[in-house]
C-alpha cells in the first residue's frame, strides 16, 4: 500500500513543479515579446509609436498566427491582471500632487471638462454607430484621461472582458500616436504660443507618452505646461473610478444575473499611496535620487507593456474585428472634435 502513496506524491509533485514552470514560462513569454517590442521601438518610424504598442501589435499577430500557447496560459493570466495592477500602482510614483494642486488647479476644470465630454461623446456615437458599449466606455475613459493606464484601471470596475481591454489598448495606443505626429506637423503653422499649445496638447492628447512627444516641440515651458496639463487629467482618475463604481453599483442592484457586487479596486489605494509617497515622502524626507526614480519608471513601463501583451494574445481578430471598427470609428470622431474644441478653449 506504501508504494502507490509515495508515487501518487511524486506524481503530485511533479504535477505541481510542471504548473509553476508553465506559470513562470507564462510570465518570462510576455517579457519575451516585451522585450522585442522594445527591440521594434528603436527602430526609426517605429520609435513614434513606443514600446508599449509595438509589443502588443506583436502579441496580437502571434495570436494570429500560432494560436494561443494553451500550456502557459495562467502565467499570461497573471501577467494581463496581476502585473497590470502592480504597474498601475507604480504608475503613482509619476503624479506629483504638489504640483497638480499648486500650480494647475485653473487646469483642473478644463481637465474634468474634457473627460466628461470624452466619455459622454463615446457614449453617444457608440449609440450611433451600434459599436460595443463596453469597448467604447474603455476608449472614452482612455481618451479623456490618460490612455492605457485609465483603460485598465477602469476594466475591472466595469467587468470588461480581457479582449476588450485589448482592444482599446491597441486603438488609444494607435490614435494617440497618429495625433501627436499630426500636432507635431502643425506646431509650426499654428498661432499659438508656446504655453497655449502646451496647454493644447496636454488636455486633448490621449497618452503621456503622447503629450511628451507632441510637446516636445514646443520648448522646455510649452512642455512643462502640457504635462502639468495632462498631470491633472491623472489626478482625476481616482475620483473618476469611485464614480463609476457608485453608478454600476447602482445599476446591478437587483440584477442577480449581473453579479451585482462590484469589485472594489484596492490597487487604486495604492496609486494613491504612491502618489503621496512619490509628491511628500520620497526627496523631501527619504532620499530618493533621479536615478532611482527613473530606474522605477522604467519598470513601471515593462510590467505595463508585459501586461498589455497578455491582453494582446487574447486577442482574436476573427471573432472581434467587427466590434472593433466601430468602437474606432467613434472614438475618431471623438478624438478630431476634443481637439478642435479644446484648440479654440485655448
Request: with cysteine; net charge positive.
Amino acid at each position: 500500500m506504501g508504494l502507490p502513496n509515495k508515487q501518487r506524491n511524486s506524481g503530485d509533485k511533479e504535477k505541481q513543479f510542471a504548473n509553476q514552470a508553465a506559470w513562470f514560462g507564462g510570465i518570462g513569454f510576455t517579457f519575451f515579446i516585451a522585450l522585442i517590442g522594445f527591440l521594434v521601438a528603436l527602430v526609426p518610424g517605429f520609435d513614434r509609436v513606443g514600446q508599449l504598442a509595438c509589443a502588443i501589435i506583436i502579441a496580437v499577430i502571434y495570436r494570429q498566427i500560432f494560436g494561443y500557447p494553451e500550456a502557459i496560459r495562467s502565467g499570461i493570466a497573471f501577467s494581463s491582471k496581476r502585473l497590470l495592477r502592480v504597474a498601475i500602482i507604480l504608475y503613482g510614483l509619476k503624479l506629483s500632487i504638489d504640483t497638480v494642486l499648486s500650480d494647475g488647479l485653473g487646469l483642473l476644470a478644463i481637465d474634468a471638462g474634457v473627460i466628461i465630454f470624452a466619455i459622454f461623446a463615446m457614449i453617444w456615437l457608440a449609440k450611433i454607430f451600434k459599436a460595443d458599449k463596453n469597448i467604447s466606455l474603455l476608449l472614452g475613459v482612455g481618451t479623456g484621461v490618460c490612455g492605457a493606464a485609465a483603460i485598465a484601471a477602469v476594466a475591472p470596475i466595469i467587468k470588461a472582458k480581457d479582449e476588450d481591454t485589448a482592444i482599446g489598448v491597441g486603438i488609444i495606443a494607435l490614435m494617440g500616436t497618429i495625433f501627436a505626429i499630426t500636432y507635431t506637423i502643425l506646431r509650426p503653422i499654428l498661432p499659438l504660443d508656446a504655453i497655449q499649445y502646451g496647454v493644447w496638447s496636454g488636455t486633448s492628447l490621449h497618452e503621456v507618452a503622447h503629450v511628451a512627444l507632441a510637446g516636445a516641440p514646443a520648448g522646455e515651458d510649452g512642455l512643462a505646461i502640457a504635462l502639468l496639463s495632462k498631470l491633472g487629467r491623472v489626478f482625476l482618475l481616482v475620483p473618476l473610478c469611485f464614480i463609476l463604481i457608485t453608478i454600476f453599483q447602482r445599476k446591478n442592484k437587483g440584477n442577480v444575473e449581473s453579479e451585482a457586487k462590484v469589485e472594489f479596486p484596492w490597487f487604486l489605494v495604492g496609486f494613491i499611496l504612491f502618489s503621496l509617497l512619490g509628491s511628500y515622502i520620497l526627496g523631501p524626507i527619504i532620499p530618493f535620487p533621479e536615478a532611482a526614480r527613473q530606474s522605477v519608471s522604467v519598470l513601471t513601463e515593462w510590467l505595463l507593456t508585459a501586461a498589455m501583451v497578455g491582453l494582446g494574445l487574447n486577442v482574436s481578430l476573427r471573432d472581434l474585428r467587427n466590434r472593433a471598427l466601430r468602437p474606432l470609428a467613434a472614438m475618431t470622431v471623438t478624438s478630431i472634435i476634443l481637439s478642435v474644441v479644446v484648440y479654440f478653449i485655448v
